[in-house]
């Protein structure tokens, strides 16, 4: 496993170069290895299919994504349950796909999954709940409800401002987008 975590860190910084090509090789070759060493019931291999997801996902491959992130919230719920962090991260990957397809509908059974899932193993103040939030904001103003947008946006607004420095890039962007979304109300 410790060749695999290389390998998997390797593809992280292919990953974030945005050499997607480069970073599937390295993701690909760490599932081998998790698949050989520790099963297909681990959430280390759980993870090496979220990260193979992220690069389709990112290349506009969003059936392929679909695919992979699905692998992983299975195992993630056969191995941690349904209420962890990283089964709610998965729900979350799921639901960007849809989102980023277009099927709003879906992603928003995802996203509310993750955000349900997040308020109940971190907390209603945690930053990831925060995300959470936002991300539903993001989608329902795709979807023209404005209201629940505001609602959305405010509730991730007022958690990081709880959590992060005031001056921080997510409380700017923020309360930037509650003025363009309150001018929709």
Do not use: C
């Not at 992280?12 to 520790?38: C, M, N, P, R």
């Amino acid at each position: 496993p410790s060749t695999a975590t290389s390998y998997n860190n390797i593809g992280s910084v292919w990953y974030h170069k945005g050499e997607y090509d480069k970073a599937l090789e390295f993701y690909k070759k760490t599932l081998q290895i998790f698949l050989a060493t520790l099963g297909k019931n681990h959430p280390s291999t759980a993870t090496s299919y979220n990260n193979i997801g992220f690069v389709w996902h990112h290349k506009g491959e969003y059936d392929k994504a679909l695919e992979f992130y699905n692998q992983a919230l299975q195992i993630y719920l056969a191995t941690l349950g349904k209420n962890h962090p990283d089964t709610a991260s998965s729900y979350n990957n799921i639901g960007s796909v849809w989102d980023s397809k277009g099927e709003y509908d879906k992603a928003l059974e995802f996203y509310n999954q993750d955000l349900n899932i997040t308020i109940a193993t971190l907390g209603k103040n945690h930053p990831s709940t925060a995300i959470s939030y936002n991300n539903l904001a993001m989608l329902y103003y795709k979807m023209e409800k404005y209201e629940e947008a505001y609602n959305s946006m405010k509730k991730a607004l007022k958690i990081f401002q709880k959590t992060l420095p005031s001056e921080h890039p997510y409380i700017k962007t923020m309360k930037r987008n509650l003025e363009v979304i309150k001018k929709k109300l």
